[in-house]
């Protein structure tokens, strides 16, 4: 039964990734545009001179297998994405798009890791806590804001929080990663560096927290109403478990359950906000590197990028699924 | 005249011939608007949502009349076609704050900020209800024939969603935006349609399995022993109780739609000179309005924005309300 489950949950995984990268095969080929062709006449023409342009188009293409039919081009495509080979740049030719994201890839993955734990585990306890302790003044009040965060996307939220603590009293940083312009940087070794790149991310990190804090905090708030009148939360209260236990093994655990479907099914809409609070903070990462492909129009970092964003939400979303089990002993592998 | 005093008639059956149209109209009254009104007094959530939404609405009526029609949408002028409306560039005076004679400032580009709104608001919860619509529509399609169909069809419709739902819409949308219109962004129409276009995953995914449920139930069962064909089933029995669903997922629908149209247009990849919240949120951030101390510009669509969603979502916590009458408050 769990050789079953896992090996249709990978299968489904499989099936995420080929559709993800089909898309992004086939997309910009079906409109015919050229960008090798667009960006040498462009060079040309800042140059001054048009010489030979259709050669070196017809070397470059070459190199990039433009010149093969279409089905041996999505094969090959394919066959490198296997090996995770994404290509090169076209406009930092000759870097990959590997080498490209690895500058990037990490300042995304620790800002999006660090505020979605910190987001999902304080929500859903602050989200129990609200339905649990119904005569706590505090728990009652943040109710209110909570509503309302719940509700705005992660980049408002940014832009609000960058006009009051970076413009209207400017106590936190609100462009980049870490402090530009200082000789020899980054250095991971240095203490000053490290304090620099704290300072910097605290407000995209809050951006989101906050607003996903609030959204699972109503979430589980939701889930609490239901669990506390079932019958096995009256048997632990009649047994005469003290509060605590009631409240993590019996309340929380089983409320936890859909929070976590809802965290899988929400991982793509988590991944997009992200991308556009990294775009508001200029924050060094993957969605700052993909708005500046945007801008230059450098058709092969954009697909790899996307394919590496889709990859990644699809392996959050099979972790997820993958955890359950251990989460929740009701839910037999297979099952489902 | 006899039956009209007797007190079993007071509640007459609208459509016979004693009742006056008054009598008609208390009655359809009495039944039709207001139980669901006292519902509503329950159901705080969706009202304060619903009053949100009515007061966008209000003010953004209000503003119309402020302004002369030719103003909002401007007419075609000289030979370049420029138009003359106060939300395109270069029409007013650049920079001016809400206190000078423009109730809610100019922008740098010499737009009046009200102006924009009064435009820029109808024009994005368009994007938003349409894409939604479609989306809606196409999921709810696939959801039916999935759950009826069963077999192979019903597989690969769930595999099709499934492995759909992980990909992040955003992502795909930028591949669309950059490989169908380089350089020059989609236009309103055109982002509708792409966001529709991947919006239907989510909503068939809730419908189906709200079919799969409901298709056991005794009343189903009921009219398919007494010889209800399956579109009788849908459309007569399944409908009506699918009714908050299928409305909660569309509500669900338009704040995703209007949120990816916001996103998008804020990268630029939208119609950067249409007058949307989205192409207002692109140009405040690559002008670099605040650091520019031109917050009167961030200010107004932030607050449109931040009221539109907080009443979408408070809507869809009320609509998600009625359809789990489990999750209504116990007191």
Request: hydrophobic share 50%.
């Amino acid at each position: 039964m769990v050789l079953k489950y896992i090996v249709s949950r990978l299968a489904m995984f499989i099936v995420t990734i080929f559709v993800a990268s089909t898309i992004i095969f086939f997309l910009p080929r079906m409109t015919g545009q050229n960008p090798l062709e667009e960006k040498f006449y462009q060079e040309a023409q800042r140059g001054g001179y048009l010489e030979d342009v259709d050669e070196i188009v017809a070397a470059f293409e070459a190199q990039y297998g433009f010149d093969k039919p279409l089905w041996q081009q999505y094969f090959t495509f394919m066959v490198n994405l296997t090996r995770f080979d994404l290509g090169r740049s076209i406009f930092s030719w000759p870097k990959t798009v590997n080498q490209l994201l690895a500058e990037t890839v990490m300042w995304t993955l620790a800002l999006s890791l660090l505020t979605a734990f910190i987001a999902f585990g304080v929500g859903t306890i602050m989200g129990a806590l609200m339905e649990w302790k119904r005569n706590n003044t505090f728990l009652m009040v943040s109710f209110f804001p909570f509503m309302i965060w719940a509700a705005v996307p992660y980049f408002i939220f940014g832009l609000v929080l960058l006009t009051v603590f970076s413009f209207a009293w400017p106590i936190l940083p609100g462009y980049g990663g870490y402090q530009t312009g200082v000789v020899g940087w980054p250095n991971w070794a240095e203490w000053d560096f490290l304090v620099s790149v704290l300072k910097h991310g605290t407000l995209p990190a809050l951006s989101i927290i906050l607003v996903s804090l609030a959204g699972w905090a109503m979430g589980m708030r939701g889930m609490m109403v239901t669990t506390k009148g079932e019958d096995y939360m009256l048997l632990a209260e009649a047994k005469g478990l003290p509060g605590r236990v009631q409240f993590y093994r019996y309340a929380i655990r089983n409320s936890t359950l859909p929070q976590l479907t809802g965290l899988a099914l929400q991982l793509g809409l988590i991944v997009s906000g992200l991308l556009l609070v990294e775009v508001v903070f200029a924050y060094p990462g993957v969605g700052g590197m993909l708005m500046s492909a945007i801008r230059i129009s450098d058709h092969a970092i954009i697909q790899g990028t996307v394919f590496v964003l889709a990859f990644g939400t699809a392996s959050a979303t099979l972790i997820i699924d993958m955890i359950y089990p251990f989460i929740d002993p009701r839910i037999r592998y297979g099952a489902a | 005249m006899q039956d009209t005093t007797h007190p079993d008639r007071s509640i007459t059956p609208v459509g016979t011939e004693e009742t006056t149209f008054s009598e008609r109209a208390a009655t359809v009254y009495r039944e039709r608007v207001i139980p669901p009104l006292r519902y509503l007094r329950r159901n705080t959530l969706m009202v304060f949502g619903l009053c949100i939404l009515g007061g966008l609405t209000l003010l953004v009526l209000m503003s119309y009349l402020f302004y002369r029609q030719e103003d909002l949408y401007g007419e075609i002028q000289g030979v370049n076609g420029l138009s003359s409306a106060l939300s395109v560039p270069a029409r007013v005076k650049p920079n001016w704050n809400p206190f000078g004679e423009f109730p809610l400032g100019t922008d740098e580009q010499g737009r009046d900020i009200l102006a924009h709104l009064t435009v820029g608001t109808p024009l994005t919860l368009r994007i938003g209800l349409i894409a939604a619509a479609i989306g809606i529509g196409v999921g709810m399609v696939l959801a039916f024939v999935a759950a009826y169909a069963g077999g192979w069809v019903d597989a690969v419709i769930r595999v099709l969603v499934d492995s759909l739902i992980p990909i992040p819409g955003l992502v795909i949308l930028i591949i669309i935006a950059t490989s169908l219109t380089p350089g020059t962004g989609l236009t309103v129409d055109q982002l509708a349609v792409a966001i529709a276009v991947l919006s239907w995953p989510g909503p068939a995914r809730v419908i189906r399995s709200q079919v799969l449920v409901m298709r056991e139930r005794g009343y189903v069962q009921m009219a398919r022993m007494s010889g209800t064909g399956s579109l009788g089933i849908i459309f007569k029995e399944m409908m009506p109780n699918l009714a908050p669903y299928i409305l909660a997922s569309y509500v669900g629908a338009v704040t995703g739609a209007i949120l990816a149209t916001i996103g998008i247009e804020t990268l630029g990849l939208g119609d950067i000179d249409a007058p949307t919240l989205g192409a207002m949120l692109y140009w405040i951030i690559e002008l670099g309005a605040l650091l520019k101390g031109q917050w009167w510009w961030l200010l107004s669509p932030t607050i449109v924005i931040v009221l539109l969603f907080v009443g979408l979502f408070m809507i869809s916590a009320g609509l998600d309300e009625v359809a789990n009458p489990r999750l209504r408050r116990r007191v």
